[in-house]
């Protein structure tokens, strides 16, 4: 079992910048694939990217392709997403997931932990 934390989101313009970060905390020593997803108003939850225990392998979503970029921090337990060039349409509540073993997916139901969420809003 694990807990994730996340920090970072906030108010920006359109064209800047932030970085969510995501710690881990309980039995990390087990390995995790981790990532983030987001939620809009009104809208279903859409994977963002993920990163594998190994941090080796890693997936974005079209739409952040580009201008998001995950990475991970293993002896500090933590992952970031450096979102650049946001968007009034990447306004969501970002949530950071992890899955046990170290593999990743884009699917939300291979997930098995997730934080709170940090609320991102862009505007324009």
């Known amino acids: 079992q694990i807990q994730l934390v996340e920090s970072g989101g906030g108010l920006v313009q359109a064209g800047g910048s932030l970085r969510l970060s995501c710690v881990a905390s309980?039995?990390?020593?087990?390995?995790?694939?981790m990532g983030w997803f987001r939620q809009a108003p009104g809208k279903e939850s859409e994977f963002v990217s993920a990163?594998?225990?190994?941090?080796?392998?890693?997936v974005y979503s079209d739409s952040v392709k580009g201008r998001f970029s995950i990475s991970g921090d293993n002896a500090k337990n933590t992952i970031y997403l450096q979102m650049n060039d946001l968007k009034p349409e990447d306004t969501a509540v970002y949530f950071c997931?992890?899955?046990?073993?170290?593999?990743?997916?884009?699917?939300?139901?291979?997930?098995?932990?997730w934080g709170q969420g940090t609320q991102v809003t862009v505007s324009s």
């Open positions: 997931t992890a899955k046990n073993g170290g593999l990743i997916s884009r699917y939300r139901d291979s997930y098995d932990y």
């Open positions: 309980g039995r990390t020593g087990s390995g995790y694939g």
């Open positions: 990163i594998s225990m190994s941090r080796n392998s890693i």
